[in-house]
């Protein structure tokens, strides 16, 4: 009796909590004294006239843009991390170690101002560059922290079974240590991707053109604030659930592989 009415008591709790948590938001936007108008933003997200993007749509463009570049370069700069972080030469492991430390202990937002403000204008770094490195510098610290963790915990008996086996170093690598610590890294891979998604939306204090930069730029000439960053909001969730969705389909296909 006991087993059978602990689900159901779960269910009706997790129901109680999602209710009252809609409950309150249409609380609150009820007795907010304010006349949404989502109407105008349409102006924004497309130009009916010339038949293009708006501002909008293409500040999405500039997010998903910056947002991939940083993925894919932070996740190659933070394997090679982790293989430093894994390497048995002191010099190189406590390099790998301190840059992981400044990188992870340090907000982005200071990164940003550091590598835009002092490394970009040494080298002439235009906005846009300065922030998909500081996007990706940040991602591969974490990267590179997740791959060594996943390969220090990889259990060494199958790694000796598959050289008595007869198997190379390669074929060990790719056939019996990657599957394995892909599936194990995912998870917090995809944390991680989507956390660097929601970071993007920094680059638009040194004026780069993304969502959050082109939501500032509506809000200063509509002045409809509410509107605006509800459906930014709305847009940034769409990205991630799409992200993340798309992180637990890949670990079902590996789960039964």
């Known amino acids: 009796m006991y087993k059978k009415s602990l689900p159901f008591f779960y269910t009706l709790l997790a129901l109680a909590t999602v209710g009252s948590a809609i409950g309150f938001l249409v609380y609150s936007f009820w007795n907010l004294d304010y006349d949404w108008e989502f109407g105008f933003l349409w102006d924004y997200i ?8 708006g501002i ?6 500039g997010t998903i843009y910056i947002s991939v570049i940083s993925i894919v370069m932070g996740s190659i700069m933070g394997v090679l991390l982790g293989l430093a972080l894994l390497s048995q030469e002191p010099v190189t492991r406590r390099v790998a170690v301190f840059y992981v430390d400044v990188f992870r202990n340090t907000p982005v937002l200071v990164q940003l101002y550091v590598i835009y403000f002092i490394v970009g204008t040494a080298l002439e770094l235009e906005p846009e560059t300065a922030g998909v490195l500081t996007l990706s510098l940040f991602c591969s610290a974490y990267v590179g922290d997740i791959f060594r963790g996943t390969i220090q915990e990889f259990e060494k008996g199958q790694v000796d079974a598959a050289k008595s086996m007869g198997l190379t170093s390669i074929q060990i690598a790719g056939s019996v240590i ?28 040194i004026s780069v053109a993304d969502l959050t930069k082109s939501a500032l730029n509506v809000v200063s000439v509509s002045f409809r604030s509410f509107e605006t960053w509800f459906v930014v909001a709305v847009i940034y969730f769409a990205l991630n659930y799409i992200l993340s969705s798309y992180g637990r389909y890949l670990e079902r296909k590996l789960r039964v592989a």
């Not at 998604?197 to 920094?202: I, M, P």
């Open 46 to 53: 497309w130009l009916s006239e010339s038949g293009k993007p």
């Open 178 to 205: 990657a599957p394995q610590a892909l599936r194990r890294m995912l998870p917090p891979l995809v944390g991680q991707f989507v956390s660097l998604v929601k970071d993007s939306s920094l680059v638009s204090v």
């Open 56 to 61: 909008i749509l293409q500040g999405l463009w």
